[in-house]
């Protein structure tokens, strides 16, 4: 199974930017889908952005389209998401994941990294 690491978080006022990072371990990738999931204190894990690995097509939630851009690194075996115009609501625990088709449910990604925490200051 594919191990995924996260880094990137941290605190950052509104308005600004933060992007995260997630490596996979293993030669062998064969996750053909990377996503981003977030969740914050007594909500649920809530879908942010996907991208197709070989394709680089990516998809947004409605709630971070325009401000947020999936990307990858294909030698370097990592998926990135740059996040700009934070606001208070962007804190959460972002998770990066790996699976096998286009979707926003959980349930369709098998791989998940441990997350790292994003806090947005009003």
Do not use: H
Not at 14 to 34: E, K
Not at 78 to 92: G, I, K, R, W
Request: charged letters at 20%; a positive charge.
């Amino acid at each position: 199974q594919v191990q995924l690491a996260e880094s990137g978080g941290g605190l950052v006022q509104a308005g600004g930017s933060l992007r995260l990072s997630c490596a996979a371990s293993t030669r062998t990738f064969s996750n053909s889908v990377m996503g981003w999931f977030r969740q914050a204190p007594g909500k649920e894990r809530e879908f942010v952005a996907g991208l197709g690995w070989n394709s680089g097509s990516s998809f947004y939630s409605d709630s971070v389209k325009g401000r947020f851009t999936i990307s990858r690194d294909i030698r370097k075996r990592t998926v990135y998401l740059q996040m700009d115009t934070l606001n208070p609501e962007d804190t959460a625990v972002y998770y990066c994941a790996g699976g096998s088709r286009f979707s926003r449910e959980r349930s369709d990604f098998s791989s998940w990294g441990q997350g790292t925490q994003v806090t947005v200051s009003s």
